[in-house]
């Protein structure tokens, strides 16, 4: 099967290993980022790679940058196959501007313990697990080794950027999350919540990172939330996840290797987001070799 999981290119220094994707110096102005076919749940990494996702967040990745050029400059350079993207080298903002509408994961456990303020953004009372907030909240928080929420007059006061710059961060944030809920709506899915990370480019805010993806977002089927709101779980992840909890191993931990059945319908149903969202089936050669294929692209372009 053709995957690309734990992989170097010799020519270019890795300048970042993350959970899912690797980051490779091109030059002062330019960064390679390479989508992998890791998965990760409950925090760690899975043994197996999952094919053809990495060309499946990179595709959604650039399909909404392309799609959200009228809210904001963005660091997309070009496409370099199915996996990598070619980006500008921006200097980054370090927080995560977190937009969120509906209370579930760790705000929702925090409701439950009485908070009502989350990151600085108040909520309501008597909400119940799931449900939308009368509007979306931002919840940025810093990234650091453990990313910690923060009000945006800390933001300010401990100089992560300037008043100005976040301003204009929640602007966009929150418009890239009212186009993209819009988008996600006619398409069947709820943009549950999702994150955005800004940088500078000649002084200039840009969107750097990813967008929209599974990753970096929640996605819910519509339908399922009508039928059962508090039930609304994350299309792309909830059944590896409940595979692990029913499957831990015999010393009562959850396993790090899924099952060939869980792999293939993983595959199925990250294609199929791929496939509903950009109206296009995904180019993903079966039997190629993802790492040759970069390879190959990579020399088009004279990169390497
Ligand atoms: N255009 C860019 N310029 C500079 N840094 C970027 C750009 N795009 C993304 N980054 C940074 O690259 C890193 C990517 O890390 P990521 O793959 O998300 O791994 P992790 O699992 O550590 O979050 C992030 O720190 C992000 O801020
Ligand atoms: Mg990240």
């Given at each position: 099967m053709n995957y690309l999981y734990d992989f170097d290119i010799?020519?270019?220094?890795?300048i970042h290993r993350g959970k899912v994707r690797d980051s490779f110096r091109v030059n002062d102005k330019q960064r390679l980022i390479v989508v992998s076919d890791r998965i990760s749940a409950f925090d760690s990494n899975l043994k197996n790679p999952i094919p053809s996702k990495g060309a499946v967040l990179n595709g959604i990745a650039n399909w909404w940058f392309e799609n959200t050029r009228h809210i904001t400059d963005n660091h997309?350079?070009?496409?370099?196959?199915?996996n990598a993207m070619l980006v500008k080298e921006a200097v980054p903002i370090r927080v995560e501007m977190v937009v969120r509408g509906y209370i579930c994961g760790s705000v929702w456990r925090g409701y439950e313990q009485g908070e009502r303020t989350f990151s600085g953004a108040k909520v309501p009372n008597n909400l119940t697990r799931n449900a939308a907030f009368p509007q979306p909240i931002l919840t940025p928080t810093t990234k650091e080794k453990n990313d910690r929420p923060i009000t945006p007059d800390e933001i300010v006061a401990e100089g992560w950027t300037t008043a100005e710059l976040y301003k204009k961060m929640s602007e966009k944030a929150l418009a890239l999350y009212d186009f993209g809920s819009k988008v996600m709506a006619e398409r069947g899915y709820i943009l549950v919540d999702t994150k955005y990370e800004f940088g500078l480019l000649d002084g200039k805010l840009i969107l750097i990172d990813e967008i929209h993806t599974p990753d970096s977002s929640r996605f819910w089927s519509a339908k399922d939330y009508e039928k059962a709101p508090a039930k609304a779980a994350q299309i792309d992840k909830e059944f590896v996840r409940q595979w692990m909890l029913a499957n831990k191993t015999t010393d009562g931990n959850l396993p790090n290797t899924l099952s060939n059945e869980v792999v293939a319908e993983a595959i199925l149903r990250y294609q199929h987001i791929y496939e509903t969202l950009t109206g296009e089936s995904l180019k993903w050669d079966e039997n190629g070799d993802a790492l040759q294929q970069l390879r190959r692209e990579l020399k088009k372009e004279g990169i390497i």
């Open positions: 010799p020519e270019l220094e890795k997309v350079i070009k496409m370099i196959g199915t």
